[in-house]
């Protein structure tokens, strides 16, 4: 079921072009693939994953040139070309307005498609040698931490896929970033694996909405960015502060007699994506109550890594070390 190298490839293609469902590795996660103009074979994605039919799926492609069948690319000032042409194939992906083909369930109602074209040489072999588009969100079930390795898509997703395809790990650890471009400036809909200085090179007036994301149950633009994705099962707070602000909780915390892990990441913001969402997962089976993890310098990289701890703390944050941040840690265990 996991097999790696240019027979599994071609394998995979053969599994999508028949209606199956084949992971395959990224430069960001692993991706859970369906032909995306097959409404059946899209239609269990959603199945599988336990995912909402209402979050849009991302459409890979190949090509700039086949991502402009599907959606346009030169919509409004021209952005999404411009942006297309800087940064694909790589960790970008742009929501234009789409054009006719695609199954309907690719995103439900909407008049918008999201477009990638990603970087892993494997991906890019699985596209080409597929006939047509490839629907594929991360392949975890939904709500949970996605993976970035092919072992962590057969502890999600076990048996109910035909293939995963094995690339080793995941280089960059983290999810496209996503922007959506219409008539008005390009606005950013999830930080990733581009960072918000580099668009801004190409798109300097990107809009970039304030980190901290709404409540769980708001509308949102983009369905997928809502809160309490990426959840470990072990109740995580997010500390906003200096490490040092960390440790004197954690000391507190274990002082009311609970048993309080560190989700302690690099301080290099790259290397800190690349561990993520194993280090998330690690929580799971690493037998504390609670966990505490420090928030990264918010720039580069760091704003992705902090949107997905934010996330996984269900929006928990403290800042201070003080007996109400304590109260407030004890309170979200004990109501569990
Ligand atoms: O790196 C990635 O993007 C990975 C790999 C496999 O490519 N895919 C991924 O897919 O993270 P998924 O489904 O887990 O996240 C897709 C995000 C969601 O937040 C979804 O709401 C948003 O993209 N999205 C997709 N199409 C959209 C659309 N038409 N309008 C607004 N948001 C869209
Ligand atoms: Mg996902």
């Keep these: ?52 039919t209402a979050d849009p799926l991302i459409v890979h492609l190949p090509s700039i040139r086949e991502a402009a069948r599907w959606g346009e690319l030169g ?44 970087a892993h040489p494997v991906a890019l072999e699985l596209l080409r040698a597929t006939d047509g588009p490839v629907a594929a969100p991360s392949a975890n079930r939904f709500g949970r931490v996605s993976p970035t390795t092919a072992g962590h898509v057969v502890d999600e997703l076990g048996d109910r896929i035909d293939l995963v395809i094995d690339g080793g790990s995941c280089p960059l650890g983290v999810e496209s970033t996503v922007v959506i471009l219409g008539e008005d400036p390009p606005q950013l809909l999830r930080p990733g694996g581009l960072v918000v200085e580099d668009l801004r090179s190409v798109v300097p007036d990107l809009v970039v909405p304030d980190g901290e994301a709404g409540p769980p149950e ?3 633009v983009s369905p997928g960015t809502m809160l309490a ?5 072990v109740p995580l707070t997010l500390v906003d502060a200096r490490r040092t ?14 048993e309080v892990v560190e989700l302690r990441l690099p301080d290099d913001p790259v290397e800190a994506a690349g561990i993520l969402y194993s280090a998330l997962r690690g929580l799971d ?13 918010g720039t580069g990289l760091g704003r992705a890594v902090n949107d997905r701890l934010f996330r996984a703390a269900h929006g928990h944050v403290v800042s201070e070390c003080d007996a109400d941040s304590v ?10």
């Design 1 to 52: 079921m996991i097999e790696a190298g240019e027979e599994a490839v071609r394998r995979g293609a053969e599994i999508l072009s028949a209606g199956g469902l084949v992971a395959f590795p990224t430069e960001t996660v692993y991706g859970l693939g369906a032909d995306a103009t097959d409404d059946a074979a899209v239609g269990r994605i959603f199945g599988v994953k336990g995912r909402p």
């Design 75 to 118: 919509v409004g000032r021209g952005d999404g070309l411009r942006l297309a042409r800087e940064f694909w194939p790589g960790p970008l992906t742009l929501v234009v307005p789409r054009r006719p083909g695609l199954s309907d369930l690719v995103g439900k109602g909407l008049a918008t498609v999201g477009l990638r074209v990603p």
């Design 218 to 220: 708001a509308p949102a």
């Design 229 to 233: 994705h990426y959840a470990p099962s």
């Design 245 to 258: 602000v960390t440790v004197e909780l954690l000391a507190a915390v274990r002082a009311e007699g609970l």
């Design 285 to 297: 089976s690493g037998g504390g109550e609670l966990a505490l993890a420090t928030a990264l310098d």
């Design 327 to 336: 109260g407030r840690i004890l309170a979200r265990v004990r109501s569990r």
